[in-house]
């Protein structure tokens, strides 16, 4: 018999429900989007949230990784000193950015309204102050690995603003600018309750130091371009995307129906980054690079074989897939899903090369590999979306997007086989071990279930 409470309180459990809350949120709020906002508007919506989780990577992307790292390490008074220097420093990041968007929206927003931008410049710098404490709180509850209440954050924001969304669907029917007041609402109440729950660490705000702040700002200022990076490997799609003046907006809407379809392929992924990466960092610090390999292994191989399945079924019925979370204003974008349905197959094997490598204090190195990607990306994405068009001046939009999709696929094989070339100067791994461990670690995964007959 399943020992289920063992399998409800693993932490890996724990991670992957958290992460497939966010999705299931995630998805069915895009599902209520999509049909209650016009294509355009809908582009605009994608371009405020995109946009916004660029600059969050941005901002948390300096201390979160590193927090996490020195954290599973630390007591007493180091950790509140860690914690705190962590809330300055996001807070500080928070001011300067506002300050910069506000100006920058003085200066040029006109033009910003125009091309669809207009929404970010003036309302983002409100929602990175109302969701600092609840980010936060993230950080901190991940580092200790209390997934469940992560769990329970997330269920507060996505779910109220979800909930909100099926009100306004079937009986308000309120436009964009009343969906975004809710956003933000939704956005401060959140922060305000792990506020009061003292889950974010505000409280060791006094207990900054200097100290602390450069050994979390030295670390994390690779990390921070690594995870910046990371996200303009996909947000880069949507903005040039936006720029072209054959596809806009409306590009954008459709690109990022089957771009949100990947995102389910994600969701494992995410969870098992965030359980891998503080043990392989108490591994490394112990300089255990044996164990690190393992660890690298075991989740790399699951994943893999768990894509495989995902990815088979996904490419079959990509069109039902599409239909399905867009509804009929975005009937035809199956075959761009099948792309990034191969680029979804890729990802444990980039993703988990990246954690490797910070977990043992080589961000540097993984800098310079999402470096290589972005740049890839990004050519390859002016050349579908600007060069393609004057010499083929019929080029479909659907065809467009298909190259788009083509060339993360050819930055995601780049970034595999730097990451490999990386991680191998520290790290015994060979590519071949992942498929042989990675069925290993299943029949592990059972034994310890306690099945029987």
């Not at 399998?7 to 599902?31: K, P, R, V, Y």
């Not at 020195?70 to 950790?79: I, K, P």
């Not at 979800?162 to 600018?177: A, E, K, Q, R, S």
């Not at 591994?283 to 292994?297: G, L, M, T």
Request: glycine share 8%; hydrophobic share 50%; charged share 15%.
């Amino acid at each position: 018999m399943l020992n289920l409470k063992k399998l409800i309180q693993n932490d890996n459990t724990l991670s992957l429900a958290g992460n497939m809350s966010l999705s299931f949120w995630g998805l069915l709020s895009f599902f209520i989007l999509t049909r209650s906002l016009g294509n355009h508007e809908f582009g605009i919506w994608v371009l405020f949230i995109t946009a916004g989780n660029m600059i969050e990577m941005f901002r948390s992307g300096l201390t979160s990784t590193a927090l996490i790292r020195f954290l599973s390490g630390a007591e007493g008074e180091e950790r509140e000193s860690l914690i705190g220097s962590n809330w300055l420093i996001g807070l500080n990041i928070t001011v300067v950015l506002s300050i910069i968007i506000v100006i920058s929206n003085l200066i040029f927003g006109h033009h910003f309204d125009k091309s669809g931008w207009g929404l970010f410049f003036m309302w983002y710098p409100v929602l990175a102050i109302m969701n600092l404490p609840f980010n936060n709180a993230i950080t901190v509850l991940q580092a200790d690995q209390k997934f469940g209440k992560i769990l329970f954050i997330r269920t507060i924001s996505s779910g109220g603003f979800v909930l909100f969304l099926l009100v306004n669907y079937f009986y308000l029917h309120f436009g964009l600018m009343p969906i975004l007041y809710f956003y933000l609402i939704i956005n401060i109440f959140t922060s305000l309750f792990t506020i009061i729950l003292k889950w974010d660490g505000l409280k060791y705000l006094s207990k900054s130091n200097k100290l602390m702040t450069q050994k979390l700002i030295d670390f994390g200022k690779y990390t921070m371009g690594t995870l910046l990076g990371s996200n303009l490997l996909k947000s880069a799609d949507t903005f040039i995307i936006s720029l072209s003046p054959f596809l806009g907006p409306t590009g954008v809407a459709y690109f990022s129906v089957p771009l949100k379809l990947t995102e389910l392929l994600e969701v494992p992924l995410r969870s098992f980054l965030a359980t891998a990466y503080p043990k392989m960092s108490k591994a490394s610090i112990k300089n255990d690079v044996k164990e690190v390999a393992r660890i690298f292994y075991s989740y790399t191989g699951v994943l893999t074989y768990m894509f495989l399945g995902f990815a088979i079924l996904a490419f079959i019925f990509a069109d039902f897939f599409v239909y399905f979370l867009g509804g009929k204003g975005y009937i035809g974008l199956g075959p761009v899903y099948q792309m990034f349905v191969i680029y979804g197959l890729l990802l444990p094997l980039d993703r988990f090369t990246g954690v490797t490598l910070d977990s043992i204090n080589k961000p540097r190195q993984n800098f310079f590999k999402v470096i290589f990607m972005v740049v890839a990306n990004i050519i390859g994405d002016c050349i579908a979306v600007f060069v393609i068009p004057i010499f083929y001046p019929g080029v479909s939009m659907i065809h467009q997007l298909m190259m788009v999709a083509g060339a993360t696929i050819i930055m995601t094989i780049i970034g595999i086989i730097i990451g490999f070339h990386f991680v191998k100067r520290d790290v015994p791994i060979r590519f071949n071990d992942i498929f042989t461990k990675g069925i290993e670690s299943y029949g592990e995964l059972f034994s310890s279930l306690n099945l029987k007959k």
